[in-house]
């Protein structure tokens, strides 16, 4: 399961139909935890079916071990007002200010094109749980936003980015140039023949509160991954016309080369570090559905590893150093989050069967006081690079 003399993980093996989980968040919620005996608890998604019924919630016996027996699921009902049944493929989880937020894909199927109903972003307040979680309806909200989070991140990759991993005619001819599903004119109206279809992963929230978005697709030209900082998330529940606004772009410049590119699967932060799983593009066991792989075979390749990095004070992006925490021998780790003792748990999908791991170490957190030239820091000055567009802001995003 791990590489180069790695902790020791121990696995549960779960029943979590479909059997497709993606991210996992630890549950805040003390009086769902005293009601069902847990001593701890973790919020996941599932990426097959509409948002509204692809919801978990994964809790730990108090007091037991990791074998499967001390694992409860839960799966919530949500009360939805508006856009029910129209979503897809959640892929992250992320909490600010009270509130879970479900993040989708914004991609498309693996042949394509971009699908308007993977383009969402949801939330609910985790405190309208009580203790008797299966009935409880709270409402959960979803911002669908007709591509307005794609031409935001498509107009800060051009202005703030690197050069990318090339989308060649094959890639941009299934993605972006064939008409995208569930989308109005005005929608596909917003994307543009020479973008490049993003495909996020991971999310989490800084301190300040702008959302981290990680992209698995695209990367840099060298197969770095990145994270692209977006502000304005919680306005598209106020008017869903607004655009949010994509601000910085990071580079994960140690991690993935050009023969095995890797890309963000999952985020966590925990204070002033933001984890990463980063790997490959797409599963290379979909070689012979998947657009992407017969332009890029390379892509499929990478193995999934987990990364630290320093969070930024403000900063204007850029290159940052990764440290290596974890290697695996999957390819298809789907989340991770920080539990007791700076443990790490881990939520895969593999055989048909959801896991979690739990990494028997702790993760340390690193000395708050670095010298301002330090590698790891995000954004560092010493570190922004020769482009001459180091160093602003991208554009507002287009409503």
Same mark, same amino acid.
């Given at each position: ?43 996941? &998604? ?128 299934? =993605?972006?140039?064939?008409? @995208? ?79 095995? @590119? ?32 017969? &332009?890029? @075979? ?21 290159? &940052? ?22 443990? =790490? ?25 670095? @010298? ?5 820091? &995000? ?21």
């Amino acid at each position: 399961m791990t590489k180069g003399g790695s902790p020791q993980v121990e696995t549960a093996d779960l029943d979590l139909h479909p059997n497709e989980a993606s991210d996992l968040l630890p549950l805040e919620n003390d009086r769902v935890l005293s009601a069902r005996g847990w001593d701890q608890g973790f919020w996941t &998604v599932l990426d097959e079916g509409a948002v509204e019924d692809c919801v978990a919630l994964i809790g730990h016996t108090h007091g037991k071990g990791n074998a499967k027996a001390a694992w409860e699921i839960v799966r919530p009902r949500f009360e939805v007002r508006r856009h029910g049944g129209k979503t897809e493929d959640t892929e992250a989880c992320a909490r600010h200010d009270g509130w879970v937020y479900l993040v989708g894909s914004h991609y498309g199927s693996k042949s394509g094109p971009l699908e308007g109903k993977r383009a969402f972003i949801a939330r609910f307040r985790e405190a309208d749980f009580d203790g008797d979680i299966e009935a409880a309806t709270p409402e959960l909200e979803i911002a669908l936003n007709k591509f307005r989070l794609h031409r935001a991140v498509n107009d800060a990759l051009r202005a703030l980015g690197p050069d990318l991993l090339g989308a060649p005619s094959g890639v941009r001819e299934t =993605f972006v140039e064939r008409k @995208p599903k569930q989308a109005g004119k005005r929608a596909a109206a917003r994307i543009e023949k020479t973008d490049v279809p993003i495909n996020v992963e991971g999310a989490a929230f800084d301190d300040r509160g702008a959302l981290l978005l990680g992209l698995r697709y695209p990367v840099t030209a060298e197969g770095h991954p990145l994270v692209v900082e977006l502000a304005g998330i919680e306005r598209m529940f106020e008017d869903r016309r607004t655009a949010p606004v994509a601000r910085r772009v990071w580079m994960l410049e140690n991690v993935g080369t050009p023969e095995e @590119p890797a890309g963000i699967r999952a985020l966590h932060r925990r204070g002033r570090e933001l984890h990463a799983i980063a790997g490959s593009l797409d599963s290379a066991s979909a070689k012979k559905t998947s657009a992407l792989l017969d &332009v890029h @075979p390379e892509a499929g390749s990478a193995s999934c590893a987990h990364y630290r990095v320093k969070l930024p004070r403000p900063k204007d992006g850029g290159p &940052v150093d990764a440290e290596l925490i974890q290697s695996f021998d999957l390819g298809n780790v789907e989340g991770l989050a920080a539990g007791p003792g700076g443990r =790490f748990y881990y939520v895969t999908d593999e055989d048909d069967r959801v896991h979690i791991r739990l990494m028997h170490h702790e993760v340390k957190r690193r000395a708050q006081k670095r @010298p301002a030239s330090a590698a790891g820091m &995000v954004g560092d000055g010493d570190r922004s690079g020769s482009r001459s567009n180091r160093g602003r802001r991208a554009p507002d995003g287009r409503s």
